[in-house]
Every structure is written in C-alpha cells, then in structure tokens.
C-alpha cells in the first residue's frame, strides 16, 4: 500500500483506515475492475455476482481515495470503488469438491459436499476451519480448501 504521509491530500482524503490487506467481498450485481484508481482507467474485466447470491471473496491490497485496489481468488488485480464492495464475509470454495463437516473435525460426519465455485458467506472461523452457509445449509470446511481467509484469523467471534 503507498505510504499514506507520501501521498497527496485527494488520495489521502477517503482511507478508511482499517487494516490493509484485509478480504470484503463484492456487493454491487455487476463492476468493473479497473487498470488504476479513477473511471478514466481502463475497465480491465467485469466482476458479475449472481442474483441472491453472496459475492465473491476480494482481498483489499491498497487504498487510493475511494478507490479500493483487490485481489480475486485467481490472483488477478484491479481497481474498485469502494462502493462496490461489502463488509460481508465469504468463502469461495477451491480446488475440488469439498466435503463440509457437521463439527469442525474430519472425522464428523459429513452434511453435504459444495463443489469449485460455490460462495458461501462465513459464519464463523476459528483455527483452521470456517463455519460457511449457502442456501440454508451450514457446515465446516478447513481454511485451506478455499478463499476469503488468512490463516488463524478470528471471523464472525
């Protein structure tokens, strides 16, 4: 992130100082992720969240003003407003199909599998598992088997 005592007033003007890098998701329908910090940078790709459904995890790596810089959970990165991004917490599931666990331990018996892609939005997570809800059901699913967490960090306690 720039060094906020190096940067002009315009940029410094809207940082919500709240820690950076930290991961929101997005919360408009449809937003463009731009090459830089303004509308008068490219669109580079547009970001889509289905309707009635969580939106996609988004790691915040920087702020400019109201712009907010994001990585997605391909590694890609680009420039938002920040009124397109929520506060909400959620997990995309990666990799395989994923078994979620009624307790948080392999050994509990499974409640339902959630497949690469699926969104779900964060109940809880502590130590390596997440608590995540999709469409009603809840379950737990090691940190590792997705994105929208760092490692042992507190969510939803």
Excluded: K
């Excluded at 991961?23 to 731009?34: I, P």
């Amino acid at each position: 992130m720039p060094d906020p005592a190096r940067m002009s007033a315009d940029a410094r003007r809207n940082l919500s100082g709240l820690p950076v890098p930290r991961f929101m998701s997005l919360r408009a329908d449809r937003a463009n992720l731009r090459a830089g910090p303004g509308t008068n940078y490219p669109a580079r790709w547009a970001l889509i969240r289905p309707e009635g459904r969580p939106g996609v995890p988004l790691e915040v790596i920087a702020e400019w003003n109201v712009w907010r810089q994001v990585r997605d959970p391909e590694g890609e990165t680009g420039w938002l407003d920040r009124a397109m991004l929520s506060t909400d917490r959620t997990f995309l599931v990666t990799g395989e199909t994923r078994t979620l666990h009624a307790r948080p331990d392999l050994a509990s018996p499974p409640v339902w599998r959630a497949e690469p892609g699926v969104v779900g939005n964060i109940v809880t997570c502590a130590e390596r598992w997440c608590r995540i809800e999709v469409e009603g059901r809840s379950g737990w699913i090691l940190r590792e088997q997705g994105f929208g967490t760092y490692p042992d960090e507190p969510v939803g306690n």
